[in-house]
């Protein structure tokens, strides 16, 4: 389903959303539900250029306390701008409500239920009758990172999955402030709400560690109705600031695979 897509079935549901928590949030003081990490470079400007989905540019402005304020996606064709409206239990904005319980995400658009293990996020669950799913599997602190995506939830077939590698016989590879490219893909199980890319300690996706290496596979029906499957394997390359904040992440495959895989993600930091 497509970001534009997307907005258009939750736009009618927010309105109501909205109304509802600000209700909440006037009728009682409560303490925040959310802790902001401070004292870094925040994320100024994300560029994507993708084989697979094609052009994306967004610009982030922040208020005074640091909090998102406002985005400017543009896509190549048109530029959409989406506010941000923090309350001290939920995050609203056009991509949909992130509902907010001792730091974390808890619930999006009160009908995905989100999933955490020692702070990192592991499910992403529709919990209406269609239960797509989306998983993440973490290993050693974020030295390995999974997504699978699933069509009819627990009982549900695999449809895509994208690995991220730590060669270990390299040395390991750190940018300051944190990658942005994991809450990127995380942000998929969120309809790629930019939120997380800005606020990744909210998903539970904040890490420093770079990736040497990705895998992502694809799954489909074939004509006798079997379940196939095609892989592409690729290298990760990357450029820093003068102050070691990643500028540049380059994904490519280098197998031959004849699908072929590309994305280059451009990172500006204020």
Known sequence: MTIMKTLKFIGIAIGTIL?????????KEVEPQYELVTGEKKITRLEINSSDFGYSLWD???DNAGKLLKVIHNNGEYTQE????????????????ASLNDGLIRNYNSYYDVRYNDGRLVEITDLTTSKYAYRFS????????????????????????????????????KTNGFNPI?????????????????????????????????????????ENDRNVSETINGICNYK???????????????????????????????
Not at 189 to 214: K, M, Q, S
Request: charged share 20%; with cysteine.
């Open 60 to 62: 982030f402005k922040y």
């Open 19 to 27: 109304f509802c928590v600000n209700f909440s949030a006037c009728s």
């Open 182 to 222: 994991i809450p990127y893909v995380l942000s998929s199980g969120f309809y790629e709400n930019p939120l997380c890319v800005a606020h990744p300690e909210l998903i539970g996706g904040r890490t420093d560690i770079l990736p040497t290496h990705f895998s992502k596979t694809y799954y489909w029906f074939d």
């Open 82 to 97: 989406h506010d941000y409206v923090w309350n001290n239990d939920a995050i609203i904005s056009p991509y949909g409500v």
């Open 240 to 270: 820093f600031d003068g102050e070691g904040y990643i500028t540049e992440c380059n994904m490519c495959s280098d197998d031959g695979n004849e699908f072929g895989f590309e994305e280059k993600y451009t990172i500006v930091w204020n």
């Open 138 to 173: 973490w290993i050693s602190s974020g030295e390995f990172y999974s997504r699978g995506v699933y069509d009819g939830g627990t009982q549900g077939y695999l449809t895509e999955s994208f690995r991220f590698i730590y060669d270990s016989d390299m040395p390991t590879i």
